[in-house]
């Protein structure tokens, strides 16, 4: 569903991604590891849309990325979490949420001007629907808070949650465990597999080895910016190079 | 709940009341009309600086085109003057559109000069009119409003077409910051990339903001054309700009009655204050700095922080 081919992008003399390609198949949740500064989070950010390669193509679900903007690429399928959490602070729990259906809305500027009834109609829906996301992860009862009084790992739910508001087939998590106790990290493999049987295919990053060899099917390892191995877990966790790249770090 | 419908009334029928209260006191009904208006001018200017975050320091501007614009069109195209009111705003709606459409690729600060520039020139452009169609420094005369035939002409009269015009543009505020266009502005000014990131059109929405701010400031101009029945061009200038901030920053930002008593609030400070007019920018000045470092929500904040902590406590 996600084709990468040969995708580079340099940060003036620094090649943050070098050469990169990498396939990701419909329903598998996939992990993406690397030393710190290896180029996970610029990856994330040039599928997305927030950077244009410099060279190479990335195709998703037949459409061509390249030069597409951040919330086309959204409509076309595609959500992500951020690494540094980037919540609408100021806005509810379920506002959080509710932005996150904002691309499935129909009504325009001047129904809700005029308040029409099929706008009101849309919005009562759409609060419905936000509230029952907020069930799948747990934080009805956080509804009405306002989003950044949340406690870090509540905060982090939130934001996997906004992101699926808007049915993304691919949702791309930057470290999502980060900050989370080992009692929400038990909570966050619940929700993860919940997601997956939901048919929404995953492509995560995470330091947490442990959570990373038990939730994935696949594993793709960056280092300096370029691909250095993929496998399945078992067969990265055995790859001498992977083994020589994190020692190396340590 | 009972007790919100009860006060709703209540507030309601006082309002409607006011010129009977201020019976022999026709400066009050006066000062009430010109809140009025800045109710409405700020309300605006609240929509794209408290919800959206896009600050503009030449709102004046759109002030201008409205008074001035409505005005122009009654005196040389012979319109009646409750459509050259709506012509005049929608004038400025699309300027407000064309400006914004390159400024909203532009960062706070950049923004703020780019509006400081915009209002220049509107001031230059009714100062130095191209064939002097604005009167420049000599000022303009105009008419009150006419509603089929009925004159808006006596302050009584324009107390309650205000009101009705604040109540109407009010509650098209309310239901577009409880829309999904009002989420979009908020989460703008929370968080723009994270915008981007779920699927709002961060250019598009900015454009809105301004846009239908310029609307609402440009038609509370033109109200104040026509209760005055005179303008010219030191009401335009980079203090009315000033003036809206403040206001609008003592109030509170973000909020329905923020921007109503940050209007009443400074209006009646600096009818207070006339003795001292030469202050005034001094005044703002004062204001805004005591705003932004000792009460940062303005009025509207500190009322909502009391309410809060009632409700926690109970
Ligand atoms: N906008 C930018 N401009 C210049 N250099 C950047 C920029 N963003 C990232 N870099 C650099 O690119 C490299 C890769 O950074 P990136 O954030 O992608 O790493 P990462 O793998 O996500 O690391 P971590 O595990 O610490 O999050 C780093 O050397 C970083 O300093
Ligand atoms: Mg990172």
Same mark, same amino acid.
């Given at each position: 569903?996600?084709?990468?081919?040969?995708?580079?992008?340099?940060?003036?003399?620094?090649?943050?991604?070098?050469?990169?390609?990498?396939?990701?198949?419909?329903?598998?949740?996939?992990?993406?590891?690397?030393?710190?500064?290896?180029?996970?989070?610029?990856?994330?950010?040039?599928?997305?849309?927030?950077?244009?390669?410099?060279?190479?193509?990335?195709?998703?679900?037949?459409?061509?990325?390249?030069?597409?903007?951040?919330?086309?690429?959204?409509?076309?399928? !595609?959500?992500?979490?951020?690494?540094?959490?980037?919540?609408?602070?100021?806005?509810?729990?379920?506002?959080?949420?509710?932005?996150?259906?904002?691309?499935?809305?129909?009504?325009?500027?001047?129904?809700?001007?005029?308040?029409?009834?099929?706008?009101?109609?849309?919005?009562?829906?759409?609060?419905?629907?936000?509230?029952?996301?907020?069930?799948?992860?747990?934080?009805?009862?956080?509804?009405?808070? !306002?989003?950044?009084?949340?406690?870090?790992?509540?905060?982090?739910?939130?934001?996997?949650?906004?992101?699926?508001?808007?049915?993304?087939?691919?949702?791309?998590?930057?470290? *999502?465990?980060?900050?989370?106790?080992?009692?929400?990290?038990?909570?966050?493999?619940?929700?993860?597999?919940?997601?997956?049987?939901?048919?929404?295919?995953?492509? !995560?990053?995470?330091?947490?080895?442990?959570?990373?060899?038990?939730?994935?099917?696949?594993?793709?390892?960056?280092?300096?910016?370029?691909?250095?191995?993929?496998?399945? *877990?078992?067969?990265?966790?055995?790859? *001498?190079?992977?083994?020589?790249?994190?020692?190396?770090?340590? | /709940?009972?007790? #919100? =419908?009860?006060?709703?009334?209540?507030?309601?029928?006082?309002?409607?009341?006011?010129?009977?209260?201020?019976?022999?006191?026709?400066?009050?009904?006066?000062?009430?009309?010109?809140?009025?208006?800045?109710?409405?001018?700020?309300?605006?200017?609240?929509?794209?600086?408290?919800?959206?975050?896009?600050?503009?320091?030449?709102?004046?501007?759109?002030?201008?085109?409205?008074?001035?614009? =409505?005005?122009?069109?009654?005196?040389?195209?012979? $319109?009646?003057?409750?459509?050259?009111?709506?012509?005049? &705003?929608?004038?400025?709606?699309?300027?407000?559109?064309?400006?914004?459409?390159?400024?909203?690729?532009?960062?706070?600060?950049?923004?703020?000069? &780019?509006?400081? &520039?915009?209002?220049?020139?509107?001031?230059?452009?009714?100062?130095?009119?191209?064939?002097?169609? +604005?009167?420049?420094? +000599?000022?303009?005369?105009?008419?009150?409003?006419?509603?089929?035939?009925?004159?808006?002409?006596?302050?009584?009269?324009?107390?309650?077409?205000?009101?009705?015009?604040?109540?109407?543009? $009010?509650?098209? #505020?309310?239901?577009?910051?409880?829309?999904?266009?009002?989420?979009?502005?908020?989460?703008?000014?929370?968080?723009?990339?994270?915008?981007?990131?779920?699927?709002?059109?961060? #250019?598009?929405?900015?454009?809105?903001?301004?846009?239908?701010?310029?609307?609402?400031?440009?038609? &509370?101009?033109? /109200?104040?054309?026509?209760?005055?029945?005179?303008? =010219?061009?030191?009401?335009?200038?980079?203090?009315?700009?000033?003036?809206?901030?403040? /206001?609008?920053?003592?109030?509170?930002?973000?909020?329905?009655?923020?921007?109503?008593?940050?209007?009443?609030?400074?209006?009646?400070?600096?009818?207070?204050?006339?003795?001292?007019?030469?202050?005034?920018?001094?005044?703002?000045?004062?204001?805004?700095?005591?705003?932004?470092?000792? /009460?940062?929500?303005?009025?509207?904040?500190?009322?909502?922080?009391?309410?809060?902590?009632?409700?926690?406590?109970?």
């Amino acid at each position: 569903m996600l084709t990468v081919k040969d995708v580079t992008l340099r940060f003036g003399g620094l090649t943050a991604v070098n050469n990169v390609s990498l396939t990701i198949k419909q329903g598998t949740i996939n992990g993406l590891i690397g030393p710190n500064g290896a180029g996970k989070t610029t990856f994330f950010n040039l599928i997305s849309g927030v950077y244009t390669p410099n060279e190479g193509e990335i195709v998703f679900d037949g459409v061509k990325l390249n030069g597409k903007k951040c919330f086309e690429i959204n409509h076309i399928g !595609m959500s992500r979490t951020y690494q540094v959490i980037n919540l609408f602070r100021k806005m509810t729990v379920v506002e959080n949420v509710m932005v996150g259906l904002h691309p499935k809305m129909k009504s325009g500027y001047f129904s809700a001007i005029l308040g029409t009834k099929g706008q009101r109609e849309e919005e009562k829906e759409v609060l419905e629907k936000a509230l029952d996301w907020l069930d799948f992860v747990g934080l009805r009862g956080n509804a009405y808070e !306002m989003s950044g009084s949340l406690s870090y790992g509540k905060q982090r739910l939130l934001e996997i949650v906004r992101a699926l508001a808007s049915n993304p087939k691919l949702l791309l998590l930057d470290e *999502p465990a980060a900050g989370m106790n080992s009692k929400e990290k038990e909570e966050l493999f619940d929700i993860l597999r919940k997601i997956q049987n939901l048919g929404v295919t995953i492509l !995560m990053i995470e330091h947490d080895m442990k959570l990373m060899m038990g939730i994935t099917d696949y594993i793709f390892v960056l280092n300096y910016g370029k691909k250095l191995a993929e496998g399945t *877990p078992v067969q990265i966790q055995n790859n *001498p190079e992977v083994i020589a790249a994190y020692l190396g770090e340590d | /709940m009972k007790l #919100k =419908s009860v006060s709703k009334i209540l507030l309601a029928v006082l309002l409607l009341l006011v010129p009977l209260l201020f019976r022999n006191f026709n400066y009050g009904i006066l000062i009430c009309g010109f809140i009025g208006i800045y109710i409405i001018a700020i309300s605006g200017l609240d929509l794209v600086f408290g919800y959206c975050g896009q600050i503009s320091m030449g709102h004046a501007a759109f002030f201008a085109i409205g008074a001035y614009g =409505s005005a122009l069109l009654h005196k040389y195209l012979h $319109l009646p003057i409750l459509l050259t009111m709506v012509i005049a &705003a929608v004038i400025a709606t699309l300027i407000g559109a064309l400006l914004a459409y390159p400024a909203s690729k532009l960062v706070f600060h950049f923004l703020s000069l &780019a509006t400081v &520039a915009f209002g220049e020139i509107v001031y230059q452009l009714v100062a130095q009119s191209p064939g002097g169609i +604005t009167g420049n420094f +000599t000022g303009f005369y105009t008419d009150s409003i006419n509603l089929l035939g009925f004159k808006i002409s006596t302050n009584t009269r324009f107390y309650y077409f205000a009101l009705v015009c604040v109540c109407g543009f $009010l509650l098209m #505020k309310h239901r577009l910051v409880k829309s999904k266009e009002g989420r979009a502005f908020l989460a703008i000014r929370e968080n723009s990339h994270a915008a981007d990131g779920m699927g709002i059109d961060v #250019k598009r929405y900015k454009i809105i903001a301004f846009a239908t701010s310029a609307f609402y400031t440009a038609f &509370a101009g033109s /109200m104040y054309a026509h209760y005055v029945r005179f303008i =010219s061009p030191e009401t335009f200038s980079n203090r009315q700009s000033v003036m809206f901030l403040t /206001m609008l920053l003592f109030g509170g930002t973000a909020s329905l009655s923020g921007p109503i008593m940050g209007a009443a609030a400074v209006l009646l400070l600096n009818e207070g204050l006339r003795f001292a007019e030469r202050y005034q920018m001094l005044i703002y000045g004062f204001m805004l700095l005591v705003v932004i470092l000792l /009460m940062p929500g303005g009025i509207y904040g500190i009322i909502k922080k009391r309410i809060d902590k009632r409700r926690v406590v109970s």
